[in-house]
């Protein structure tokens, strides 16, 4: 099992900045990819971003490219996300997972965190 923990969440302004992390543990936690979903009020979840075990590769969906950014601490056991230019639109819950599969990490996870609300005001 994998467990995660994530912390960095808030309320901001429209253009502000927040960083989300999320700290993993486990018996399981070895070359495991890891990154961020998201759920909207009324919307489904998607995928916002992830990281390979290495760190080597990433992936972000288009909504965010050139506002967020994703990385692993050399450690690899946290994982954060920055997020810059905030909007309204970016408004979520935000849930940290891990998968042993990199590739497809966009269509879903095995091990998921509890959430943390990032609200972006106008």
């Known amino acids: 099992q994998v467990q995660l923990v994530e912390s960095g969440g808030g309320l901001v302004q429209a253009g502000g900045s927040l960083r989300l992390s999320c700290a993993a543990s486990?018996?399981?936690?070895?070359?495991?990819?890891m990154g961020w979903f998201r759920q909207g009020p009324g919307k489904e979840r998607e995928f916002v971003a992830a990281?390979?075990?290495?760190?080597?590769?990433?992936s972000l969906a288009d909504s965010v490219k050139g506002r967020f950014t994703i990385s692993r601490t050399n450690a690899k056991n946290t994982v954060f996300l920055q997020m810059n230019s905030l909007k309204p639109e970016d408004t979520a819950v935000y849930y940290c997972?891990?998968?042993?599969?990199?590739?497809?990490?966009?269509?879903?996870?095995?091990?998921w965190g509890q959430g943390t609300q990032v609200i972006v005001s106008s």
């Open positions: 997972a891990a998968d042993h599969e990199f590739y497809s990490f966009n269509r879903g996870a095995t091990y």
């Open positions: 990281i390979s075990w290495s760190g080597g590769a990433t």
């Open positions: 486990g018996r399981t936690f070895s070359n495991v990819a």
